[in-house]
């Protein structure tokens, strides 16, 4: 009985080592992150210009997923945004909001404005999300309308 005790007891120790264990220091910014190993091999591949990786660390912010590092997202979103209006957008609310940067509503203002801009005008090769269409109204309301020339 006692020996089967023990058995559980150590099993549980094993468990919750390997728990601790599975998480490593990522460093970024000079800043040292206790990370999952899977999100620092995402992030090394996104430092490294893997699109894909960019977009799933920006992901996982957005749906408030765990680990989250403000900087390192708001590097990606900046990166990616003047190829996707969605993301531009978000850039927009990470100024604003102060996320991974100082807040500042100036440049989220200008943000929003060059969203507008390129929404009513696209370049070729811009990708607009589905979702980012009922955005329009948003970006009239948060935009710096003196800017824009209709």
């Known amino acids: 009985m006692m020996g089967g005790l023990l058995v559980i007891l150590l099993l549980l120790l094993i468990a919750m080592a390997q728990r601790v264990s599975s998480k490593v220091e990522f460093t970024f910014e000079g800043k ?50 003047e190829k996707d209006l969605g993301v531009l957008t978000e850039l927009g609310d990470l100024y604003r909001d102060g996320i991974g940067t100082p807040k500042d509503e100036a440049k989220s203002r200008a943000v929003y404005t060059r969203a507008l801009e390129l929404y009513d005008n696209p370049p070729p090769g811009l990708y607009i999300p589905e979702r980012s269409k009922k955005y329009r109204s948003f970006l009239l309301e948060n935009s710096d309308l003196s800017k824009i020339k209709r």
């Not at 920006?58 to 900087?71: A, C, L, M, R």
């Open 32 to 81: 040292v992150y206790r990370v999952p190993t899977k999100y620092r091999d995402l992030a090394k591949q996104a430092l490294q210009g893997n699109e894909k990786a960019k977009y799933a660390i920006v992901t996982q912010y957005y749906e408030n997923s765990k680990p989250f590092i403000p900087e390192l997202c708001f590097k990606f979103v900046s990166e990616l945004a």
